[in-house]
Every structure is written in structure tokens, then in C-alpha cells.
């Protein structure tokens, strides 16, 4: 059924739509609007068969979806930036135990500086978390990456975490073809998990593993996320054929099969992307964009197929590995490592500074003239960080970096003369 | 799912006063009892939490006909009944980490309720830093929505399956790793440290109670208590350490008679967050009783000994009977 709505809404009614039967919230922004209709959707008894915990922590969110998972119930939780960090030891444990919970990131950036606007932070953190990890780039395909989410999660026995950029889609409202209920449950049989607490059947779960056994233990994790690299187109198509709606599942290509450059990005940028690259191509600069849906399992062959015969590559990443610089480029370097293509990062979008398509186009101008640098960062106001190095060379006690640069970019906001009266 | 064991001299593992009326006896002394934590773990010699687990199972298990769910925090008791590929554990059972698992036990009594097996009740355990320390958030968290859970703490009173060190249980002057018997003020602080039972009230819950390793009797009652209440439910089980405390193993029911009999452990059952029972002292013993056979303890009792401390302890010991009117039973 096609209608206007928030994408937080449209994904709660879906995550309704796949009959999840315990859902365990603790607010955070920008996922609250999405547990909040969870909330009304169980109260108001639409939403049957469902028991919804108002719990403590995001610690306690992700403690519980453990425990209800392994006693049998499909399980829902989602959470965002600081809350995903809160829970990472959880995290790790319910993918570790092989348990189907399904999880929206509302995706935010990580203090400090506290700051709830959208970048890939703190998903990213998460990326060696042994959860598989999806990322859309708008609402339809979130709402249609939750219920993937749900058969993936079950068949693999692994946790699934979808990633919806903060703000920019949550609270975005936009037509959404939210998948009918009859669909959803032609698409997801009923949860059958692999593991349950049962007095009439007890077994340990959680034991101790020593050296002489968690390196297989961990292997057959990695063999489980390999096994999903199959398993993601397979659903995909199935998904297709249920809803209508085609999905790569994998990687997302857009107008690379002739261009010489290519931009990789996940999550909403892509829709500004292609309004570059289609402004690019009308002045005649060949470029395409890869939109990258499964993040882990990280698909190198895929992503190889798709960038094979371009010349150079950006990868624009709403995130910042410090020290380094990306965290998605190494993952594309390592799947181009043999091609010997020119591969630069760019960082954007931090904390939900503004990605402009005006910026964009000059980036991707800039790496088709070969005259990118290694790493940058895009449209860095350099100013600001050159005066309060400035600063703290003048002063051993120039006081909180984070406060002064703000004054100074709000001080630079009013005009010279604007001495307000 | 129950394993017979047996004794060579009785043919059963169970040895059940003969003189008491069988209503009276107790579910340890039933040979048909679940063992549900059953022998061959690697608990030390004298281990209070593994004889406080096994008669708070067992008597778990009878109480809800062997429909149960054990939910393990990280600790002594996860580490010496599970490791890899062994298990004690006759029972379904499961362990997460040291600081979740009442957030775990709630998770899994909402499926249970939402799946229509309501009937098996989920029982969380965890020792005193899994309880008091780490895992106060969630606990606190299951006890104001008042989940169906029982909830058992263990207190050895410290961190001993890390190798000793101090909690928010850990009592005035006694000496852990991490306050050694030294300096001027040797052994933990005064005035610090959590009392969970009076949390637990705080928080209005159907059921809080206290027991020890040194009336097994009672232990199994409170459980048996426990389990015929739904909602959140509490029992601190006071279980000695032979290892952190520095007593001989085979003095651990002592011992806890002893912290039981100075009171400086009251034993009592609240319901709705009101004490409903206190268990009377039969023969109340000075501190120094208690604190002489730890060596824990030790440092008090140099030369010269640290009577000041001592005094320091038996007004806690006092203000203890005070509160929960637990003087001396009349003859």
C-alpha cells in the first residue's frame, strides 16, 4: 500500500508486518519515533502476540533480546550512536551465540562532541561485531531491507542490523509502499529457531570455549557471513518476486557499465550522488555511482564485478577511522587490490554536515582530472582548525577545542556589520 | 532428564532424617531429586555458591514440576559448571555476560508469556559482583517492571573468579586483593557497600528474602516460596568462600552459621517491600567468633589486636539484630 509517511513509521509498521514476538526499546534520537510506534502498534493490540519491554539500558534492550531469542521468540530492538555503543558487549554476544535478533540503526554520530545529527559512526564501530549488516538509501528500501532482515537473520542464524541514516530518513516523509500483511507472511514463515531453552529438550547455551576450540568456533561465524553472501541475492530475488519491487540485495550499480570514475558510498548519500553524476554526465564527464547494501558480509567479488573496468574510484564516507582515514575505502581496496585502480577516500557528512550536490560534482570533476588527494575532506572548513591550532599554540590552556571552534563558526555566521540592535 | 546418584552406604545419594515426617524432609534428601547442577563441576572444595545453587535449584525444580530456565551471569558458579564441552547443568540453561543476565531472564520470561509456556519459570543467578556491582542496572530494571523472574544472588563477598577483589558486598576491614592488609586503615572501608536485600524492597517486589548455606532447610523453603509467587522476585544466599575468605573448606557451614548467629547477616523474608519473617539467633555469638576463623580477617587480630575495628564490626552486628528484631529466641 503506497503512502506518505515517516520513514520511522513505515519502518514500525513493517517490523509490525513481520510479526516480531518480543520487542525490547530504550529511546535514543533519532530511532525513538521507531519504538514509539512500535509501542501504540502493541497497546492498541494491532499489533497481537507481541510482548514489548520498556527496559533500562540499551545494555538491558540488546541483554533481553538475547534471552527471548534464545527461549524461541523473534525479537526486535533498535537503538542508535551512543545507545549502539552502550550495548556493544551484548552486541558481540548475540551474534556469538548465533541468535536472529533483528536491529534498527538509526545511524547518528558518536560524542564527544555529543551530537545527534546522521553519519556512519556508529555502525561502523560495530562492523567486526559479527553481525551482518545492511544500509539503505531511502525509505522503501529500508522498510523492504527489515523484512529481508528477518528471513536472512533466521536462515543464517546470525543477528541482522539495518542501517537507516538518522534524521535524513527517520523523519523524512516520502511515498513508501509498505508491503501488505499477506505478502510479509508469505515471505517469512513462522520464526523455527535452531537453539531453545526447553525443559523438555535442555541443552547449555553460553558455555565456556577454550583455546582448543574457539578458532573454529569463530571461523564458523565467518563461514556463516560468507554463506549469507549467497544467501542475500537468493532472498533478494524471492523478495522480488513477493512484492514486485527488484532488489540487488548486495551492491546497488548506477550508470558505471562506461565510466571512468566511480563513486562507493552507502545509505542516502547515493540519491544526491546520482543527481551528480546525472548533472556530471550531461557535461560530459563519465561517471557512476556503487551503492554498497550489505556492508558485512563485505561482497569483494561483487564489488570487483561492479568496478572492474573503471578508471579511478572515490570512496565517500560518512564516517572517520582517526588515523588512518576510511573505513569502507580499505574494505574496497582490499576487493580491487589485483585491478591497480586509484582509489581515494573522502570524508562527509559528519555529524550531519550538509553532503552539498554542487560538492559532490566538484569531487567527482576533481577525481576524473586525476587531481584528487589520497584523503580529504569535503568542504573542511579549514579556517576554523587553523585558528584554534593558533590557538593552542599561543596558550597552554586554549580550554575545550570543540567549544572554542563553534564559538568561532557561529561568531562567523553573523555578518561583519550585523551588530545586532 | 534426572541423573540417579547414589551413596554405597544408603543406595541413594540422599540422606533424609528418618525421625522427620517426609512432608518435613527435604528435596535434597529425596533421591528423585532433579540434580540439577549435577556432580563433576570444578567448584573448590567447600564451595559455598555450589552447594547454595544445588539446593536452590533442586528445590526450584520441585517447585515448578522441572519446567525451568536457569539464567547464569559470568562468575565462579558459570565457569565451574560449564567448561566446554561439559556441563552440570540438567536443566536448560544459559549464560550471556557478567552484567545482563536479569535483562537476559526478562527476555526470556517474555517469550515464554508470548509463546503460551508460561508454565516454565525462569530462575537468573549470579554472584555478588554480577549482582550488586555490574549487573545492578538491569536487576533494577527487571524488579520495577516486575518480570516473572526469580532472581538468586550468591554472595561470596568479593570478586572471587577473577582472584579476589573487593565489591559492593564486601565487608568493613576484610581483605581482598584489591584492599590488602596493609597501611593504616587495613582491609575494605566502612561505610561503604550495597545492601540488596533493602534495595530489593525499595523496590516493592512481590518477594525478597535471605538465606544461608547454613540451613539448607530454609534456603529450599524461600525458594519453594519463591516460586509459587509470580513477578519479581529476590533471594540473597549468603555462600562462604574458602578461597577468598581464608577459611578451611570444610568450615563453610560454620562459617555461615556464624555470620548468621552474630548478626551480622540477618536472615528474613519481606513481601511487597514490609519484612513478613526474621529467623530468631539460637545462640548469639560475638563477632570475634566469626571473624577468627577468616583469614581475612587476620589482620584485626595482631598484636596488638585491632580492637577498635572489632567494636567497629559488633555495632554493625548489633545494629543488624536491632533492626530486624532478631534477638535471641525465648526458651
Redesign the interface.
Known amino acids: 500500500m503506497r503512502e506518505q509517511i515517516e520513514g520511522s513509521q513505515a519502518v514500525a509498521r513493517t517490523v509490525a508486518a513481520c510479526r516480531p ?2 520487542v ?1 526499546a530504550y529511546p535514543i534520537s533519532p530511532q525513538t519515533h521507531i519504538v514509539e510506534t512500535l509501542s501504540r502498534l502493541v497497546m492498541s493490540q494491532q499489533l497481537g ?3 514489548y ?5 540499551e ?3 540488546m ?11 523473534r ?1 526486535y530492538t533498535a537503538t542508535a550512536s551512543q545507545g549502539l555503543l552502550y550495548m556493544v ?2 552486541v558481540y ?1 548475540a551474534s556469538g ?1 548465533g541468535l536472529p535478533i533483528v536491529m534498527t540503526v538509526a545511524n547518528r554520530a558518536i560524542g564527544a562532541p555529543i551530537n545527534i545529527w546522521n553519519d556512519h559512526s556508529d555502525a561502523m564501530s560495530q562492523r567486526d561485531s559479527g553481525w551482518i549488516q545492511m544500509y539503505a538509501e531511502d525509505n522503501q528500501h529500508a522498510v523492504d531491507l527489515h523484512v529481508m532482515a528477518y528471513r536472512l537473520a533466521e536462515e543464517v542464524s546470525l543477528p541482522v542490523m539495518v542501517c537507516m541514516d538518522g534524521f535524513i530518513l527517520t523523519h523524512a516523509v516520502e511515498e513508501v509502499d509498505l508491503p501488505e500483511q499477506t505478502q510479509v507472511d508469505a515471505f517469512l514463515p513462522p520464526f523455527e529457531p535452531r537453539q531453545i ?3 523438555d ?10 583455546p ?2 574457539f578458532l573454529e568456533v569463530r571461523y564458523l561465524a565467518h563461514q556463516r557471513q560468507m554463506q549469507a553472501l549467497e544467501t542475500i541475492p537468493r532472498i533478494a530475488a524471492e523478495f522480488a518476486a513477493a512484492t514486485g519491487r527488484q532488489r540487488d540485495g548486495l551492491v546497488t550499480p548506477y550508470r558505471l557499465e562506461d565510466a571512468d570514475v566511480a563513486v562507493v558510498a552507502l545509505g542516502s548519500v547515493l540519491g544526491t550522488l546520482k543527481d551528480a553524476v546525472d548533472a556530471l554526465r550531461v557535461r560530459g564527464v563519465n561517471a557512476g555511482v556503487l551503492g554498497i547494501t550489505s556492508f558485512r558480509p563485505f561482497p569483494l567479488a561483487a564489488v570487483r564485478a561492479a568496478l572492474g573496468s573503471v578508471g579511478r574510484i572515490v570512496v565517500l564516507e560518512k564516517t572517520l577511522a582517526v588515523g588512518i582515514g576510511g573505513v569502507l575505502s580499505s574494505n574496497i581496496r582490499t576487493a580491487m587490490a589485483d585491478t591497480g585502480t586509484p582509489t581515494t577516500t573522502v570524508i562527509a557528512g559528519l555529524g550531519g554536515r550538509p553532503i552539498l550536490q554542487a560538492s559532490l560534482e566538484q569531487m567527482i570533476v576533481d577525481a576524473h582530472r586525476g587531481r584528487s588527494a589520497d584523503l580529504s575532506f569535503l568542504d573542511l572548513n579549514t579556517g576554523l582548525v587553523e585558528r584554534e591550532l593558533a590557538r593552542t599554540r599561543a596558550s597552554r590552556r586554549s580550554g575545550p577545542a570543540a567549544e572554542n571552534m563553534l564559538r568561532d563558526a557561529m561568531a562567523d555566521a553573523v555578518p561583519e556589520s550585523g551588530a545586532r540592535g | 532428564m534426572t541423573e540417579r546418584l547414589r551413596f554405597y552406604q544408603t543406595g541413594s545419594f540422599a540422606v533424609r532424617n528418618r525421625l522427620l515426617p517426609v512432608v518435613d524432609a527435604s528435596v535434597q534428601s529425596d533421591p528423585g531429586r532433579a540434580n540439577a547442577i549435577t556432580s563433576g563441576h570444578r567448584a573448590c572444595q567447600g564451595c559455598g555458591e555450589a552447594l547454595g545453587a544445588r539446593y536452590a535449584l533442586d528445590a526450584a525444580m520441585r517447585a515448578s514440576g522441572g519446567r525451568m530456565v536457569a539464567v547464569n551471569a559470568t562468575g565462579c558458579l558459570e565457569v565451574f559448571s560449564t567448561p566446554y564441552p561439559e556441563t552440570s547443568w540438567q536443566i536448560p540453561w544459559m549464560h550471556s555476560l557478567f552484567g545482563n543476565a536479569a535483562a537476559v531472564a526478562s527476555g526470556v520470561a517474555a517469550a515464554l508469556r508470548v509463546t503460551g509456556r508460561d508454565d516454565v519459570r525462569v530462575v537468573a543467578q549470579a554472584g555478588d559482583g554480577g549482582t550488586v556491582d555490574i549487573g545492578l542496572g538491569p536487576l533494577s530494571g527487571m524488579f520495577e517492571r516486575n518480570d516473572d523472574v526469580l532472581f538468586i544472588c550468591y554472595d561470596n563477598e568479593a570478586y572471587m573468579n577473577t582472584g579476589v577483589q573487593r565489591s559492593g558486598a564486601t565487608p568493613p576491614a576484610a581483605r581482598t586483593m584489591t584492599t590488602p592488609a596493609v597501611g593504616p586503615h587495613p582491609g575494605a572501608p566502612f561505610g561503604q557497600g550495597k545492601d540488596l536485600p533493602r534495595i530489593a524492597m525499595a523496590h516493592e517486589i512481590p518477594y525478597v528474602a535471605t538465606a544461608t548455606v547454613a540451613d539448607l532447610r530454609d534456603l529450599e523453603d524461600k525458594v519453594t516460596t519463591a516460586m509459587s509467587i509470580r513477578g519479581a522476585r529476590y533471594l540473597h544466599v549468603l555462600v562462604p568462600c574458602p578461597l577468598g575468605w581464608g577459611s578451611a573448606s570444610r568450615d563453610t557451614v560454620r562459617v555461615a552459621r556464624l555470620a548468621t548467629e552474630s548478626g551480622l547477616f540477618p536472615v528474613f523474608e519481606a513481601h511487597d517491600g514490609e519484612v513478613t519473617s526474621v529467623t530468631p539467633i539460637r545462640r548469639r555469638v560475638p563477632v570475634e567468633d566469626y571473624l577468627r576463623i577468616q583469614k581475612r580477617y587476620a589482620h584485626l587480630f595482631g598484636e596488638p589486636p585491632a580492637t577498635g575495628v572489632i567494636a567497629h564490626i559488633q555495632a554493625t552486628a548489633d545494629r543488624n539484630i536491632r533492626r530486624y528484631r532478631i534477638e535471641e529466641a525465648p526458651v
Do not use: K, R, W, Y
Open positions: 514476538q518480543v525490547c502476540g507481541c510482548e519491554l520498556n527496559v533500562d539500558s545494555f538491558a534492550a541483554s533481553a533480546a538475547i534471552g527471548a531469542s534464545a527461549a524461541g521468540a525479537t558487549e551484548a554476544n551465540l531453552l526447553d525443559p529438550d535442555p541443552v547449555s547455551i553460553g558455555a565456556m570455549v577454550g582448543e576450540a
